[in-house]
Nanobody, 126 residues
Framework: QVQLVESGGGLVQAGGSLRLSCAAS????????MGWFRQAPGKEREFVAA????????PYAGSLKGRFTISRDNARNTVFLQMNSLKPDDTAVYYC???????????????????WGQGTQVTVSS
């Protein structure tokens, strides 16, 4: 049974940092793409970033560029999201996702992923 387990969320003041982790277990040991999405209250799920097996990453959304960094440890089937200079607008539930293959046209959408974690809450206070 495939499981993606996120950790590292919490409450932080604006300007602070958090590092999210997501460990994949079960199923294949070769997730081609692993990514992060987020969903704020009352809003649709939003793509944050993704990283391929080769450590090549997708571009970051404009508001995240320079503040968020995605990385992965293939040996541990783990993906990370380093979040710096956090803003109240970053408050959301952050979800990890994994895909067995890469479909460039949908990699920034939910349809591009096969498995999802349950999410970890990130709250940024002003």
């Amino acid at each position: 049974q495939v499981q993606l387990v996120e950790s590292g969320g919490g409450l932080v003041q604006a300007g602070g940092s958090l590092r999210l982790s997501c460990a994949a277990s079960g199923g294949t040991s070769n997730w081609y793409v692993m990514g992060w999405f987020r969903q704020a209250p009352g809003k649709e799920r939003e793509f944050v970033a993704a990283v391929a097996w080769t450590n090549r990453t997708t571009p970051y959304a404009g508001s995240l560029k320079g503040r968020f960094t995605i990385s992965r440890d293939n040996a541990r089937n783990t993906v990370f999201l380093q979040m710096n200079s956090l803003k109240p607008d970053d408050t959301a539930v952050y979800y990890c996702a994994a895909a067995l293959s890469l479909t460039p046209a949908i990699i920034t959408t939910s349809r591009g992923y096969d498995y999802w974690g349950q999410g970890t809450q990130v709250t940024v206070s002003s």
